[in-house]
């Protein structure tokens, strides 16, 4: 073997070992990219993200491996698929994520920084405002899987709809 054909198999195997895996979590890091880009935090959406679409209009699809549990300052349930319109400093989320508040899950339907200086960010559950600290997702959480949670959210919304009559 020849000094400059070794050096091209030692190229083509350091970029096997270190470059391949990379590309796995590329879209993951974009989107963290496209987060910020529109002044939002990089850690609104979960590690589990497998991949997203964002659109010209703004319509942003993110896809996980599967349903799960993350834990900011309260526990909120991603969907495998969450759509949302993205705008700067809004997102505006039409499905795929809740949040629980008093026992109940309510979809989250907006997620809103204000005032980057005030270090907060509005969370809309439909009826009420909770602000969080913009520090609160700085990074992406980790979600843990949770088996019959779809099953619990029913039964609690039957609940709580019980209870409201
Ligand atoms: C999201 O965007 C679509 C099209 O741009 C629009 O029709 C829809 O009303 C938007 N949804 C919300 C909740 O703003």
């Known amino acids: 073997?020849?000094?400059?054909?070794?050096?091209?198999v030692s190229i083509f195997l350091l970029l096997v070992v270190f470059i391949?895996?990379?590309t796995g979590t590329a879209e993951d890091s974009s989107l963290l990219e496209v987060l910020r880009r529109h002044g939002l935090p990089?850690?609104?959406?979960?590690?589990?993200?497998?991949?997203?679409?964002?659109?010209?209009?703004?319509?942003?699809?993110?896809?996980?491996?599967?349903p799960?549990?993350?834990?900011?300052?309260?526990?909120?349930?991603?969907?495998?698929?969450?759509?949302?319109?993205?705008?700067?400093?809004?997102?505006?989320?039409?499905?795929?994520?809740?949040r629980e508040e008093l026992f109940l899950w309510l979809p989250v339907k907006d997620i809103i920084v204000t005032d980057p200086s005030s270090g907060l960010i509005l969370i809309d559950i439909g009826f009420a405002y909770k602000r969080l600290s913009f520090s609160r997702f700085d990074e992406p959480p980790?979600?843990?899987?949770h088996r019959g949670?779809?099953?619990r959210m029913v039964g609690r919304k039957n609940i709580g709809f019980k209870d409201q009559r």
């Not at 980790?142 to 899987?145: G, H």
């Open 1 to 8: 073997m020849s000094l400059t054909h070794r050096f091209c």
């Open 20 to 22: 391949l895996p990379l």
């Open 42 to 66: 990089a850690g609104l959406f979960p590690q589990s993200v497998k991949s997203f679409k964002l659109d010209q209009m703004g319509h942003l699809e993110v896809h996980l491996d599967r």
């Open 68 to 98: 799960c549990l993350a834990q900011y300052e309260t526990t909120v349930f991603f969907d495998t698929v969450v759509k949302a319109n993205l705008s700067f400093g809004q997102l505006k989320v039409l499905e795929g994520m809740s």
């Open 142 to 145: 980790i979600c843990r899987s």
């Open 149 to 151: 949670l779809s099953f």
